[in-house]
């Protein structure tokens, strides 16, 4: 096994029956007894063993769960008594986590006794099968999501998960506190544990420790959530937007026209970054909100940037063709 096998992210049966039972409310009841302390689950992936138990296991997943539905338990039973033993025992020659019967099936006594001898546990649920799997793979692709810890404060502004980033003492707590005064929600203050859902999903979320509590310089800790109310926090928000709080650089060119700059990637998933440069006096808070504002401008089709690039345009064109404008109305409005 390699290193970085054997670091990978496992998950025990016992803690996998624990977390269904407590957070997904699937209660799985054990239909054989099993000691076998080192067993665990690898992915997150399910399988249905149908073409395993037809004898063609080339392909066979065996390091996933095990589903046996309907399907695979009507075809043990249409077989005798020495045919479903031989297909049941292409299953537990491998080394499977643990087998589950969903829709009420079970498996008779002596299948039972070849999973318990091949340290194999099967669990048993009332639930159909889809709906089971649905729930399990929801556990499982909770667990093994890639993770990490990112240095910041996210925050929810208008509907928007905005990550202020940036060195120590820069002042993203105060900001984000200023933000949570103003109406918006805290997720979570210094160290946000970011997640990868799917592809390019990354959510973000307290520490179970921290929680809500934030760090601020000069007061200590504030319980957000005992302070302003359960209306100004959030447990869990996408991260959209990256705001990279920075010192102002005379010597640095900063965007005057795209709010929008580059990318910060997290976990492989590229997100826009708008970098603000920190001078006395500019209420940071009023831009965290107008970035927000016009991040949603642009979701919904409207980008100020080629607005104004047209409008530009349109008015290079009008001086090139001799075309002159008349005098506005509201050039004579003296109020």
């Known amino acids: 096994m390699s290193e970085a096998e054997s670091n990978a992210p496992t998950l025990s049966i016992d803690t996998f029956v624990e977390r269904l039972r407590e957070r997904a409310e699937l209660p799985l009841t054990p239909l ?3 000691d076998a302390p080192c067993a665990s689950i690898q992915e997150d992936h399910l399988h249905r063993p ?18 046996l539905g309907n399907t695979e338990t009507r075809y043990l039973r249409h077989l005798d008594a020495q045919a479903r033993r031989e297909a049941f025992a292409h299953l537990t020659q491998f080394d499977i986590p643990c087998i589950i019967c969903t829709a009420g099936n079970s498996l008779g006594a002596s299948l039972l006794s070849m999973a318990t001898e091949a340290h194999i546990p099967v669990f ?3 639930t159909p099968t889809v709906d089971a799997m649905a729930t399990i793979r929801a556990l499982l692709v909770d667990h093994f999501a890639p993770q990490k810890a990112v240095h910041g404060s996210l925050v929810d502004v208008y509907g928007v998960g905005l990550l202020l980033s940036g060195p120590s003492g820069i002042g993203k707590s105060e900001v984000a506190l200023d933000l949570i005064e103003r109406g918006h929600r805290l997720v979570a203050d210094d160290v946000v544990m970011v997640t990868r859902r799917d592809s390019s999903i990354l959510m973000g979320a307290g ?3 921290v929680q809500h509590f934030m760090e601020v310089r000069g007061l200590g800790l504030v319980d957000i959530r005992a302070m302003f109310g359960i209306r100004a926090i959030r447990f869990q928000k996408r991260v959209e937007l990256v705001v990279q709080m920075e010192m102002a650089d005379a010597n640095t060119e900063y965007t005057r026209i795209d709010m929008i700059e580059g990318t910060h990637e997290i976990l492989g998933v590229p997100l826009p970054q708008v970098r603000v440069p920190i001078t ?4 940071v808070t009023v831009i965290c909100e107008v970035i927000a504002m016009n991040y949603l401008l642009r979701h ?13 345009r349109d008015r290079i064109q009008s001086k090139r063709s001799g075309l002159q404008r008349g005098i506005h109305y509201f050039e004579q409005d003296y109020e």
């Open 50 to 67: 149908g073409l395993a138990l037809a004898g063609y296991v080339e392909l066979f997943t065996y390091q996933r769960v095990q589903i």
């Open 300 to 312: 919904y089709g409207y980008n100020p940037k080629e607005v104004f690039q047209q409008r530009l």
């Open 280 to 283: 006395p006096g500019k209420s």
């Open 32 to 34: 054989n007894s099993v």
């Open 207 to 209: 520490t179970d420790l």
């Open 124 to 126: 048993q649920t009332d």
